[in-house]
């Protein structure tokens, strides 16, 4: 699928394609375990769509949505770079959806069964909006991951937003709750595009 008008490749990264594959809930329904995957989850309103959409320079491969909780199904982007084919896979956001209890509980059982059993997951990326301090979700998830051996790379979104003097304090805050090697934790802004040749490289060394 060819880059859409107004976008653009990275200085380091060349994106030649990236598509969905498929949306679904149940095993049945996801792409063959062939090519290595990369899951992508945070809040709701943490920015997600937003920076798949610039780590594949398009502009809606990733739905946006000013309703949080959007995304209920796992969505599989297939994406060739050089050298190089992998699948993004777009988790349901959690945390301010309005959703039912019911709805959330299958959400979780969804994410679980994918994170848990993929054979083909080689990393996580988990994004935290570096404005807000980490929540029981971010802290569970993230020690959920640790205990089956998949790499986590936080990506810190929303940069942009943060005035030079109040960015050291919210590092700080965000190192203290969501402890991870340091070359794995990426300040990113999916609106000026800073940090996404960086998360690109620590992804794709986990391939």
């Known amino acids: 699928m060819l880059l859409e008008p107004g976008t653009r490749n990275s200085a380091l ?31 709701s309103n943490v920015g997600k769509s937003s920076l798949l959409n610039r780590m594949v320079a398009r502009r809606q491969l990733a739905r946006t949505s000013s309703t949080p909780g959007k995304t209920r199904l796992l969505h599989f982007y297939e994406i060739a770079l050089s050298g190089t084919r992998l699948r993004l896979v777009d988790l349901p956001g959690y945390g301010y959806a309005k959703v039912s209890k019911q709805e959330r509980n299958r959400w979780r059982s969804m994410i679980e069964a994918y994170l848990g059993e993929r054979e083909n997951l080689r990393a996580a990326v988990l994004l935290q909006d570096v404005r807000r301090d980490p929540q029981a979700d971010e802290i569970d998830l993230l020690a959920w991951l640790a205990e089956r051996q998949v790499p986590t790379v936080i990506a810190l979104t929303k940069m942009d937003k943060l005035k030079a003097k109040e960015k050291v304090k919210r590092l700080r805050a965000v190192e203290a709750a969501l402890p991870v090697q340091a070359d794995w934790r990426v300040q990113t802004s999916a609106k000026t595009g800073a940090g996404v040749d960086r998360l690109w490289e620590v992804v794709l060394s986990l391939l």
């Open 13 to 43: 990264v060349k994106i030649h394609s990236a598509e969905i594959v498929a949306s679904a809930v149940a095993p049945d329904g996801w792409p063959a375990q062939d090519l290595p995957e990369v899951a992508v989850m945070g809040r």
